[in-house]
């Protein structure tokens, strides 16, 4: 059993992000996120938070707006256009879930492509989909890096994906896909997942159930990548994937916390760096 540590990774990407961030700073360009919070959801909070603490770590300036849950969808889609105009703001961020009152897709609809850098836009998630792309899915592109890291090829091997939302588990696929994975996609509705994840070379879980992959879910010797971020009967954080049970058995595997959380921060940096060198017309 190999424990892939995140925090690691994460903090090499952050590294190479604040060395390029400190180079375009010295020809007198600044970056800037704009992270937009809703309500008052306790996760939110902590996600918004460790996104803003990435920023000063790599040289970013932060602007954070936290509005009230009883924020019109008018009054966020101002918010949206004023930063889409905002030439200190490379990109913006905008918390998922929204309260329900307000239609998501419309408020990610609303951030200009060039900003979005979650890319959760259609236009970007177009070109997730080609396979020609500017910003990578935070959290997948995070899960991507980890792979890399163990140093086992993709290129053929049997990855199952669980969990089919449009954050994780679609660009997810797509990206394993790009990489010559034969890639299948499960979720609830899936019948006898075990036998399908047992088949499983590569196997990413994000399903939101703690500690729901067990031991006799997973292939001997097999990576197994958590996105979980839930809470046991203890309270106390966990994954989606039962570490203790399934460690000796997989090949390599991530921690909760300490795994994909830090990699998906880090990649959002680097996608804001991204997003200011296109701005700016410094792209390598
Ligand atoms: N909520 C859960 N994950 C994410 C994410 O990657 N980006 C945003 N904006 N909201 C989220």
């Known amino acids: ?18 060395a ?5 700073k010295a020809k007198g360009i600044g970056i800037g996120l704009a992270v937009v919070i809703v309500g008052d959801d306790p996760a939110s909070r902590v996600y918004v938070n460790n996104k803003k603490k990435a920023c000063a770590e790599v040289g970013f300036e932060s602007f954070e707006y936290a509005l009230p849950a009883s924020t019109t969808q008018e009054e966020l889609l101002d918010l949206v256009s004023k930063l889409n105009k905002d030439d200190k703001v490379n990109g913006i961020l905008v918390q998922l879930p929204l309260p ?26 177009g070109h997730i989909m080609i396979g020609d792309f500017s910003f990578l899915p935070c959290t ?5 890096e980890l792979i890399a ?10 990855c199952v994906v669980i969990g089919r939302s449009n954050i994780v588990g679609k660009p997810m696929a797509m990206l394993l896909l790009h990489k010559s994975g034969t890639v299948t996609v ?3 509705r899936t019948v006898d997942l075990p036998s399908v994840t047992r088949e499983a070379d590569i196997l990413v879980v994000a399903v939101g159930k703690a500690k729901f992959v067990t031991a006799d879910m997973i292939k001997p010797g097999a990576v197994v990548i958590d996105v979980g971020m839930d809470r046991d009967e203890n309270g106390k954080l966990c994954g989606d994937v039962d570490f203790e049970d399934c460690k000796e058995k997989a ?4 921690p909760v916390p300490g795994g994909v959380g830090p990699m998906t921060i880090a990649m959002l940096m680097r996608n804001t760096l991204t997003a200011a060198k296109i701005q700016n017309g410094c792209q390598d």
């Open 20 to 24: 390029e961030a400190e180079a375009l």
């Open 149 to 158: 890291e163990t140093g086992i090829e993709i290129s053929g091997k049997k």
């Open 140 to 144: 997948p592109a995070g899960v991507m």
């Open 100 to 125: 329900k009152h307000i239609d998501e897709n419309a408020v990610i609809n609303a951030i200009s492509p060039d900003k979005d850098v979650d890319a959760f836009h259609p236009q970007n998630v």
């Open 186 to 188: 499960t979720h609830s």
């Open 251 to 254: 090949g390599y595997i991530t």
């Open 1 to 18: 059993m190999n424990i892939i540590d995140g925090k690691k990774v994460s903090a090499r990407v952050k590294s190479d992000v604040r």
